[in-house]
């Protein structure tokens, strides 16, 4: 079967750096990719990972290993802003998601 | 505006009463899937489309129909809803289905009652 374990909840302080883990267990594999949803809101594009290594935008990383089936999403200089779920999906010939992982910020 | 555009926001309906839930999406994407999102189970596939006249089961099809007669438009019918397809639906489309990028519509709150 396919799956992807990614932690339900995380804390972090404002101003901090929080890491988001996913691996994933799939028959094929394209690529690993992270979406952030707000309450209420829809899932909107934040990185996509085809190759090991550590893709930046602005305060957002990603990180890939395909040896170790294994991804994660690193937030820096915290905002309450982020305050959000995060999923990793990952793309065989459908594109499947985590379950998401919740993150707090506190003040 | 590129987006994509899923009507109705919220439907309340009854058991067994057939409705369809309507996504369009005008980035000319070649690729379109639904997905269900429920409490601690993330977003679960139910169909997706490669193309027009092309489309394929995802991880929860049973109760679902969806069909892909122009490349713009992929709705969800649900023939005889029930309870348990009381959901958040979205609708989502990437420019082909190789591409990381999925735009997400603005969800559908469906209760079946």
């Known amino acids: 079967g396919q799956s992807l374990e990614q932690p339900s909840e995380v804390t972090a302080v404002e101003g901090a750096i929080v890491q988001i883990n996913c691996t994933y267990q799939?028959?094929?594999?394209?690529?690993l990719s992270w979406y952030q949803q707000h309450d209420g809101g829809a899932p909107t594009f934040l990185s996509y990972?085809?190759?090991?290594g550590l893709e930046e935008t602005g305060r957002f990383s990603s990180f890939l290993s395909r040896s170790d089936s294994y991804g994660y999403l690193l937030l820096q200089e915290l905002q309450m802003k982020d305050s959000a779920s995060y999923f990793c999906a990952v793309r065989d010939d459908k594109i499947i998601f985590g379950k998401g992982t919740r993150l707090h910020i506190l003040p | 505006e590129a987006q994509v555009t899923q009507n109705p926001r919220y439907l309340i309906t009854v058991t067994g009463k057939k409705l369809t839930v309507t996504c369009s999406q005008n980035?000319?994407?070649?690729?379109m899937s639904w997905y269900r999102q429920d409490p601690g189970l993330g977003l679960r596939q139910i169909y997706y489309s490669m193309n027009v006249e092309v489309t394929d089961k995802g991880d929860v099809p049973e109760g679902y129909k969806v069909s892909r007669k122009e490349k713009r438009n992929f709705p969800l019918i649900l023939e005889s809803p029930s309870p348990n397809q009381t959901s958040l639906y979205f609708c989502?489309?990437?420019?082909?289905?190789?591409?990381?990028?999925?735009?997400f519509g603005s969800g559908t709150q469906l209760s079946v009652l």
């Open positions: 989502a489309s990437s420019f082909t289905g190789g591409s990381e990028k999925l735009f």
């Open positions: 799939t028959s094929g594999f394209y690529g």
């Open positions: 990972n085809a190759l090991d």
């Open positions: 980035m000319n994407h070649e690729y």
